[in-house]
């Protein structure tokens, strides 16, 4: 029969202070906000090709603070937000463990990627990861592909926390928000 389709690069992207804004632990729809220039963004990497997938750690399921109901409400509400701006996600995967848990699926981990990958027959190498934390561009580079930083949310926090690293924290490219990372990545 016909060839194995051709494996597609993803970007994989943060959710809380990378495409919505920072709430500590958000759990109600009113609390969804989308970063300028989220939405040019995702239009701009969906036309680059690239299939894009929301990762995000939500330990305050693990720690009692929300429900996984509360949380299905949330990306539902995202997902419908988006798609009257005309953008949508691929899909959402999350982390609900208890960073003591040591679960394979928060990030830096490569438990959700691996679900995307398998998913979505993706070529991990060809891949980004976009996110205000160092565990988003450690995502990325543990998954052999791109660790792209970004400085809204906690970015520019967690900057000093690479500045003070000595070079053992390095993303690959920083960039001041989304839009210009995707910009950047659509280029390549
Ligand atoms: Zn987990």
């Known amino acids: 029969m016909g060839k194995h389709p051709a494996k597609r690069p993803a970007v994989f992207i943060d959710r809380d202070g990378t495409l919505i804004r920072e709430k500590n632990y958000l759990s109600k729809i009113r609390d969804v906000r989308l970063i300028a220039g989220a939405v040019e963004a995702l239009k701009l990497l969906r036309r680059a090709g690239y299939a894009l997938i929301m990762v995000t750690n939500q330990s305050g399921i693990g720690r009692g603070y929300f429900t996984e109901e ?57 891949s980004y990861a976009v996110g205000d934390h160092t565990n988003d561009f450690l995502l990325g580079q543990n998954m052999g592909g791109k660790g792209i930083f970004v400085l809204t949310g906690h970015g520019r926090r967690e900057r000093k926390k690479i500045e003070s690293s000595k070079g053992e924290l390095s993303p690959d490219k920083t960039f001041r928000n989304l839009f210009a990372a995707a910009k950047w990545i659509a280029r390549q």
């Open 70 to 126: 509360q949380l299905r409400k949330v990306h539902l509400h995202l997902s419908a937000l988006l798609k009257k701006k005309g953008a949508a996600l691929d899909a959402i995967y999350y982390c609900p463990h208890h960073p003591d848990e040591d679960c394979k699926c928060r990030k830096p981990g490569l438990g959700m990627v691996n679900a995307a990958k398998k998913e979505f027959n993706l070529d991990l190498r060809r």
